[in-house]
């Protein structure tokens, strides 16, 4: 399933958000997405075994730090890139003492959020 986080309309969970991020190989992830790569360009630049770059892939998107999208391939061969989905993370503590974060997202390019409706699209069929 591809996931787009600029689609969600709540923000997520702060505790997976630090989660995600005391994760020193997460964070290295992140730093390696200069534009968007598969997992298994992710694991051999990262050195992380490709099942741990799935997991962790797996919680960062959770926590709405990367987003999903699938690269269309004339081979039938589609692959899903991952990209980073923020630009900052500010967590802080509301009026009640309760965690609260602020995700600054970078505005999407046109043939960006193309991609995304013809995933949603490609879902529903």
Not at 63 to 71: H, I, W
Request: charged share 35%.
């Amino acid at each position: 399933m591809v996931r787009d986080p600029s689609s969600h309309e709540e923000e997520p969970d702060p505790r997976e958000i630090l989660s995600a991020l005391s994760d020193d190989d997460a964070v290295e992830m992140i730093a390696a997405l200069d534009r968007p790569k598969t997992a298994s360009q992710i694991s051999e630049e990262c050195d992380i075994p490709l099942s741990t770059t799935y997991r962790k892939l797996e919680r960062l998107t959770r926590a709405d730090l990367l987003q999903e999208s699938t690269e269309i391939r004339r081979d039938g061969q589609h692959t899903t890139l991952y990209s980073v989905a923020f630009e900052s993370v500010i967590i802080e503590l509301d009026d009640q003492n309760e965690l609260d974060v602020d995700l600054s997202r970078p505005e999407r390019a046109k043939d960006q959020r193309l991609a995304a409706l013809w995933s949603e699209i490609r879902e529903e069929t």
